[in-house]
């Protein structure tokens, strides 16, 4: 149980371009799911935490505008990242937490984004 | 977001030997304690959880909590090559994880 995938597993885009990473917790219902971002050699950084129809709460540092998420139904939130530029690539993962799993997240495969 | 350090790598430790990991934490308020093991390439996995100080045991690993000193550690008893990777101790404050660097775990066979 308490499985979250994520789409795509891996995106190329040309830079100005926008792209949409999903994810998914599949069989169970998600009220919170977090956005990490973690370059090469460094740990995971928490980007924005969303809760099921409500706005995004975004770390600081993090610009709301570029990183869009959406957090529609308790079992999908997604990112969209726009006008991506080199400088974005990284490894994109999300974890989700159910309120009977309150104490623990469970993270997707994550999405390896590269802007050319 | 609050901080939080592991002691530096790579660790490189025999196959069945004893792996040690450590790591400390500044924010008072945290409340529970994780550490997860992190492939090259690929997201973190959970492999323990603790919220009490003291032991807790889980097969191979073994971690430890002390509130007081804002210290929680893992242990790795014999270690077999498959636990090389990087661990991440990660520290729950109003249920955000914070994570530190990692620690590069290579276990010789």
């Known amino acids: 149980g308490a499985v979250v995938s994520q789409h795509p597993s891996r995106v190329i885009c040309k830079s100005g371009t926008s792209v949409k990473i999903e994810c998914r917790s599949l069989?169970?219902?998600?009220?919170?799911m977090f956005w990490y971002r973690q370059f090469p050699k460094q740990s995971l950084m928490l980007m924005a935490t969303s809760n099921e129809g409500s706005k995004a709460t975004y770390e600081q540092g993090v610009e709301k505008d570029k990183f869009l998420i959406n957090h529609a139904s308790l079992t999908l939130s997604t990112l969209t990242v726009t006008s991506a530029h080199p400088e974005d690539s990284s490894f994109y993962i999300c974890s989700a937490r159910g309120a009977e799993l309150a104490e623990t997240q469970y993270f997707g495969p994550g999405t390896r984004l590269l802007v050319l | 977001q609050k901080e939080v350090e592991q002691n530096s790598g790579p660790l490189s430790v025999p196959e069945g030997a004893i792996a040690s990991l450590n790591c400390t934490y500044s924010?008072?308020?945290?409340?529970?304690f994780f550490w997860y093991r992190q492939y090259s390439g690929k997201s973190p996995e959970l492999i323990m959880s603790i919220y009490s100080n003291g032991d807790k045991e889980d097969g191979r690993f073994t971690a430890q909590l002390n509130k007081a000193s804002q210290y929680v550690s893992l242990l790795i008893r014999d270690s077999q090559p498959s636990d090389s990777a990087t661990y991440l101790c990660a520290v729950m404050v109003d249920y955000k994880l914070s994570f530190g660097a990692g620690t590069t775990v290579t276990v010789r066979a």
């Open positions: 069989d169970f219902q998600a009220t919170t």
């Open positions: 924010d008072r308020g945290s409340q529970s």
